[in-house]
C-alpha cells in the first residue's frame, strides 16, 4: 500500500509567506494533481506555539540563520512562522485540502524544532505519522512538499530509516536556499540513502 504525504504546504512558506521559499507555490497544482491518484493522503503541518524555541525572536541578539543549541541539537533560527492558529500556518488556499485523509502537525514543543513529519529532531518523540501508516499496511511512500532542504529532507531521511520505500517528486518541492544549492544537495542526499528521486509525470 501506497501512501501521498504532502509537506508543509502552509502559507507562511509560500513566496509572500513570513519564511518565503521562492516559487513555492509553484508545488500546489502538482500536490492537487496526484492527490486524487492515492487512496490516503497525508499532510504535515508546521504547528509552533508563540514564542517557540526555533524563532530568532525569542534569542536575544540572534538574527535568522544563526545557528544555536535547542533540545541538545543545532538548530537554524528562524523568522517567527507557522504559529498555530494564525493565517500563515494554514495551508495554501489553493490545495485541495479535502482530498486529504490525515493531518500530522509537528514542532508543537517549544523546547525542539521538527522538521521530519515522523519525530523531533532529536528523534526522542513521535508525531504518529509512523503509527499512521502502519496502521494502514503502508510500505511506501512518496512525497513532495516544503522545503526540500529542511522538512522534506528529514521527512525523507526518516521515512527510509523506518523502512519505507520512498519516492520523492522533485517537481513537487522547493528549497529555501539559505545558500545556494542547499537544494540540490539535499536531494543527492536523499538518493544517495536510498530515495527515488522522480517528476510528477512519472507517478
Ligand atoms: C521548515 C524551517 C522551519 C520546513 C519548517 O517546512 O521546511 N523549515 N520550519
Ligand atoms: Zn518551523
Known amino acids: 500500500m501506497r501512501a501521498l504525504i504532502l509537506v508543509d504546504i502552509q502559507n507562511d512558506f509560500m513566496p509572500f509567506g513570513a519564511l518565503p521559499v521562492a516559487d513555492g507555490d509553484a508545488i500546489v497544482p502538482v500536490a492537487n494533481a496526484l492527490m486524487p491518484r492515492f487512496s490516503l493522503v497525508v499532510a504535515t503541518q508546521d504547528w509552533h506555539p508563540a514564542g517557540h524555541g526555533s524563532f530568532a525572536s525569542r534569542h536575544p541578539g540572534a538574527s535568522p540563520g544563526d545557528v544555536v543549541q535547542l533540545g541538545g541539537v543545532e538548530q537554524v533560527l528562524w523568522p517567527d512562522h507557522c504559529v498555530q492558529g494564525a493565517p500563515g500556518a494554514s495551508f495554501h488556499s489553493a490545495l485541495d485540502v479535502a482530498r486529504i485523509d490525515r493531518v500530522i502537525r509537528k514542532g508543537a514543543d517549544p523546547g525542539i524544532d521538527s522538521y ?88
Open 116 to 203: 521530519s513529519g515522523f519525530f523531533d529532531n532529536d528523534h526522542r518523540s513521535a508525531t504518529g505519522l509512523d503509527a499512521l501508516l502502519s496502521q494502514q499496511a503502508v510500505d511506501e511512500v512518496v512525497i513532495l512538499g516544503l522545503a526540500t532542504d529542511y522538512c522534506v529532507r528529514a521527512t525523507v531521511m526518516d521515512a527510509i530509516g523506518l523502512g519505507f520505500g520512498v519516492t520523492v517528486v522533485t517537481d513537487g518541492c522547493r528549497a529555501v536556499d539559505i545558500a545556494p544549492g542547499d537544494g540540490d544537495r539535499a536531494l543527492a542526499a536523499m538518493r544517495s540513502e536510498g530515495a527515488r528521486l522522480v517528476t510528477s509525470d512519472e507517478i
